[in-house]
């Protein structure tokens, strides 16, 4: 059977997540960390690894080329791909959250959210009664309600320093964070004795 | 609107070309040839159809049907599958008598347009039905079938994992006490997301015993055994009826000797509402999506106003084509190549060789312009040119 391959995002994620992997008794090689390549092979635990954006791991898992991604639970609700999310592996945690100027009341006429995350930002709006408008922006979210291209944002928590050194304050809190070991559906059948142990493995470790 | 370019077709719309159209061509015979093979009648079926018949009944979600008024002003839909317009004509015409129904289909389907890529808005279906019987045997006989259909195509490395709606749902209300609170849990197991069920199993306010059974539900996946696993998270009589389906399914399974294609995954569920009791999907090798999928179905032949036992598969051409990984290759044409003197001999030539079942191209010597780019697409090539009747002949 061909080796299992594994989507990692790049980033704090990929060092928490190889930790694990090494505390759950798989042999990675000591470079792995400092590695430039997209592609990294671990013959010696037939594994290989791609690493992708952290947006894009549920991606190349719905379609198949990854077999396992771990992804932010961020990612996964704003992409709703169509993949097993198996284990909670309780790592880089942090939460969504709106945060804006302080003191301030969004538009009566047309309320502006910048995110990163426009469906998860609409659909919250949405289940609190709130008509919005949604500007979507790649990073650096601070800055919109800064220079007044948005009344709130929507990002990502973790410890809350960006937002205090751009003068911004947390107005609710959307949902908290973690990462997820995720799988392809198919894969989840056709390699099933392979990606259970690695399953089992983790979960041991996680507790 | 941007202005199109001349070449562009609608998102979501392929092209086949020779090649592939040959292999497609050649897999699909092969599957039809089975399913007659095991007396499944083929129809056709229109594919425009009404939206508040065909398309509600359809499986398919709303957003991913194509939407078109006739003049009346009635809404129509592109068929979205298969299973649903073949029910409205098995309920209101075929299936009159007792006698159960044996039909099959081959035929483009649509879905909505997506943005992304690998999702094509039209594909073919090649599938079957089994309308009017409720035996396990024709759940059997549809899996023993789709096996054979995959194997005739040319797949071998291909695994059938096989639920039941019906356990599911009874083990649930059982724990939890009511059916929406069956149908929360069930929805997470829909959207795949066992983290939000292992989650949501904790907040309720269950014994420890119970939620302990909800978790090793999950588990619930391998060969026969599971069935045991199954039965020791049950109490009382509810459930039971499904798993001793799954035991007899098993049994006659093993009877055709196709048990090495199939395991249980007790956890496989559907967002339809059709779905009433063995349900399956089929994967293979280097696809990252469900070649095929089938199941019981006896509520929809219901919403067409007959109370009768259905099931059946449908199995998606192009992931069968891409499991496969088949090579394009063109296929062996010989050509006469002629000259207007010669051309009653090159004529006759042609038609002994299409006699012998050989493909022939018959091209007149004047239309060509490069007459060594032109012959090496072929196998062989017949000169019939000049004034020697007897000719030059090589290849």
Known sequence: MSALTIAMPKGRIFEEAVELLRKADYNLPPEFDDSRKLIIEVPQEDLRFILAKPMDVPTYVEHGVA?????????????????????????????????????TKMSDV?????????????????????????????????LAPLIGLADRIVDIVSTGRTLKENGLVEYETIVDITSRLIVNPVSYRMKDEKIQDLVTRLTRIIG | MTKLFMFEKPLGMRDTFPDLYEIKDQTKKKMEQAMKLWGYKFIETPSLEYYETVGEASAILDQQLFKLLDQQGHT?????????????????????????????????????????????????????ECIGDDSVSADAEVIALMVSVLKEAGLENFKISIGHIGFVQELFTQIVGTEERADTLRRYLYEKNYVGYRRHVNELALSSIDKQRLFRFLQLRGSENVLGEAHSLLEGGKG????????????????????????????????????????FEVYGENVGFA??????????????????????????LDYVLEAMQVELTSTLQQCVLFSDERRKEA????????????????????GVGDVDEFTKGFSHVHFVVGQDPKGGETS
């Open chain 2, 347 to 366: 004529i006759r030539l042609a038609i002994e060789l299409r006699s012998e079942g050989v493909n022939v191209v018959l091209q007149n010597w004047k």
């Open chain 1, 67 to 103: 077999d396992l991604g771990i992804a932010g639970k961020d990612v996964m609700l704003e992409e709703e791909r169509d993949v097993y999310e198996l284990l909670d592996l309780r790592i880089s945690g942090c939460y969504l959250a709106v945060a804006g100027l302080p003191n």
């Open chain 2, 240 to 279: 039971l009826h499904a798993l001793e389906q799954l035991k007899e399914l098993w049994s006659i399974l093993k009877d055709y000797e196709v048990e090495q294609y199939v395991k249980f995954d007790l956890s496989l569920v559907s967002h339809m509402s059709y779905y009433s009791g063995i349900l």
């Open chain 2, 76 to 128: 129509l839909v592109l068929r979205p599958d298969m299973t649903a317009p073949i029910a409205r004509i098995a309920a209101s015409k075929l299936l009159k008598d007792e006698a159960p129904l044996r039909l099959a289909y081959s035929n483009s389907v649509f879905r909505a347009q997506q943005r992304e890529g690998g999702r094509p808005a039209e594909f073919e279906q090649v599938g079957i």
């Open chain 2, 291 to 316: 070649i095929g999928n089938g199941g019981r179905y006896d509520k929809l032949l219901e919403k067409f106003g007959k109370n009768s036992g259905a099931t059946g598969f449908g199995l998606r």
């Open chain 1, 110 to 142: 047309a309320p502006k959210i910048a995110t990163k995350y426009p469906n998860v930002a609409s659909s919250y709006f949405r289940e609190q009664g709130e008509q919005v408008e949604i500007i979507k922006l790649n990073g650096s979210i601070e």
